[in-house]
């Protein structure tokens, strides 16, 4: 069984719609992010959060929220999706151990792929 | 403004010849440099890591490099295998007291193995 695993794989949805993206991961570890792909753009990050109590904006954090139901669950919403957003979405998750290796290497799900028309 | 930078949006090499992707950065508070590679259809996958007290560090086949006063690092893999050809991202971050604030990635370079 994966890691970190996202759902839905693939979604397509049209301009206005409220969409979710989940993520879990079974690695224990406190630290998880939200990431997207475009083509030529590298991956962005959207959010991050240390802990259930402790979300953070990360560089592109317009027109998304976050919610941490747990250490385990880092979902991932738009609340009125624009065409923009049509994008590769990961979840990542990292140690927050005494190491500073573990906090950097981050572990990523497959990816969910959307299409907002 | 792109704050690490890969150049290269394609490589191509020949099988068992050495693989050098290349990335630059600007922001002088990075202390922390790492490479992903990237299957299709895949999340990234971590692949070796550098502290910015450090000029090299290597694992196996692959070794990255860093120069700090020309803030550039590069990815060597010798020799190159077939298995090699993916899209490589570097990434960089920086320790702001309440921990790693998440990862600054290049744009990623592609990089074909050619039989």
């Not at chain 1, 719609?17 to 997207?36: A, F, N, P, V």
């Not at chain 1, 990050?45 to 027109?63: A, P, Q, R, W």
């Not at chain 2, 070794?63 to 690092?73: E, I, Q, W």
Request: overall charge neutral; charged content about 20%; aromatic content about 12%.
């Amino acid at each position: 069984d994966a890691d970190v695993t996202q759902t839905p794989r693939n979604r397509i949805t049209k301009t206005g719609k409220r969409i979710m993206l989940e993520c879990s991961q079974t690695k224990g570890h406190d630290r998880m992010y939200w990431y997207r792909q475009d083509p030529g753009l590298g991956l962005r990050l959207i959010y991050y959060s240390f802990d259930v109590k402790d979300i953070n904006k990360g560089e592109i954090s317009d027109g998304y929220s976050v919610s941490r139901q747990a250490q385990a669950k880092f979902s991932l919403s738009l609340e009125s999706a624009i065409p923009n957003q049509t994008a590769l979405y990961f979840c990542a998750t990292s140690d927050s151990g005494p190491l500073r290796t573990g906090w950097d290497e981050q572990f990523f799900g497959p990816g969910t792929r959307l299409t907002v028309l | 403004d792109q704050q690490v930078k890969q150049n290269s949006p394609s490589l191509s090499v020949q099988e068992g010849r050495i693989s050098i992707l290349n990335c630059d950065y600007t922001n002088s508070m990075f202390d922390y440099f790492l490479w992903y590679k990237k299957y299709p259809a895949e999340g990234p996958t971590f692949l070796i890591s550098i502290s910015s007290i450090k000029d090299k560090n290597e694992d196996g086949r692959f070794t990255v490099f860093l120069n700090k006063s020309a803030k550039h690092l590069s990815l060597h893999i010798v020799p190159s295998q077939p298995g090699d050809s993916a899209v490589y991202f570097c990434a960089a971050s920086f320790y702001s007291g309440g921990g790693a604030d998440g990862l600054t990635f290049g744009k990623g370079t592609h990089l074909i193995i050619q039989p």
